[in-house]
């Protein structure tokens, strides 16, 4: 059985870790089928927007410690921050829906999408230093969402917070209810496929892109472009007549 599971369906592609047995731990197996499914699925021109999902009671728990070269790169597999810069380098959204814990590479993953929505009895940790190690790849990926003082507390002391305090944090968007979670999930979803997939791979690289600009009137610049660029494309004029007909745009997926 694969380590992962693809599924696409009306313009989404739902990926799923699928050794639960191991919690979906971080093991090169399955680090090299997430990366060979999101890769797909990312390539798939069927594909508007990733899901990104699990099976059992816990959406990852971090490295495999019981594997050797926790890691490190070896050839011929993939390392996890070829799976972080997929996800943040896509011009498709990728949307968390994390049942269960997600624990320190795990945490990561979760904090990596572009919209995370967990289920409440989860639970979230960066538990690195309890073993003598740190939080050190996910930092890149989950430092930009919190305040200083949060990530302190919670990279020095090694505790588990709920998927509420996670939120709080702004390491995930959305805890609800673990009965509503695909409800939520299904809810965010196709609010994300009425857009226009120029508009949203756009839009994901302002949130990236604009603060790390030089000063003001560079974003300005960069940004008036980009903005008379979309308004004059052929996506833009499409989104501006179903507008003024009062319909779907073309894009959005039947």
């Known amino acids: 059985m694969s380590a992962t599971l693809l599924d696409v369906r009306k313009g989404v592609a ?3 870790l699928n050794r639960p047995e191991n919690r979906n731990a971080l093991s090169v197996e399955l680090v090299n089928s997430l990366g060979d499914h999101l890769e797909a699925a990312l390539a798939d021109p069927a594909v508007r927007l990733v899901v990104l999902t699990n099976n059992g009671t816990t959406f990852c728990a971090g490295a495999d410690l019981k594997a050797g070269a926790v890691g490190q790169r070896t050839e011929g597999n993939r390392h996890f921050v070829e799976i972080f810069e997929m996800i943040l380098q896509s011009d498709k959204p ?5 049942a269960g814990n997600a624990m320190a590479g795990g945490l990561g993953l979760a904090a990596a999408c572009d919209i995370s929505i967990m289920s409440a009895s989860g639970m979230l940790g960066f538990t690195e ?4 190690v740190a939080a050190a790849v996910i930092s890149v990926v989950c430092l930009p969402k919190m305040r200083r003082a949060d990530a302190l507390d919670l990279f ?3 505790e588990r ?3 509420a305090r996670g939120v709080e944090v702004g390491l995930i968007n959305y805890a609800v209810p673990d009965d509503e979670l695909d409800a939520k999930v299904d809810e965010i979803v196709g609010k994300v496929v009425r857009g226009g997939p120029i508009a949203l791979a756009r839009s994901k690289e ?3 892109r604009v603060p790390e600009l030089r000063d003001r009137a560079e974003a300005f610049a960069w940004t008036g472009q980009l903005s008379a660029a979309l308004f004059a494309s052929e996506e833009g004029q499409e989104g501006i007549a179903s507008f003024r007909e009062k319909r779907d745009p073309s894009w959005i997926p039947r």
């Open 14 to 16: 739902t990926i799923t």
């Open 94 to 98: 990728v949307i968390a829906r994390v």
């Open 129 to 132: 230093v309890r073993i003598g």
């Open 156 to 158: 020095l002391t090694g």
């Open 161 to 163: 917070i709920s998927a």
């Open 206 to 208: 302002l949130v990236y």
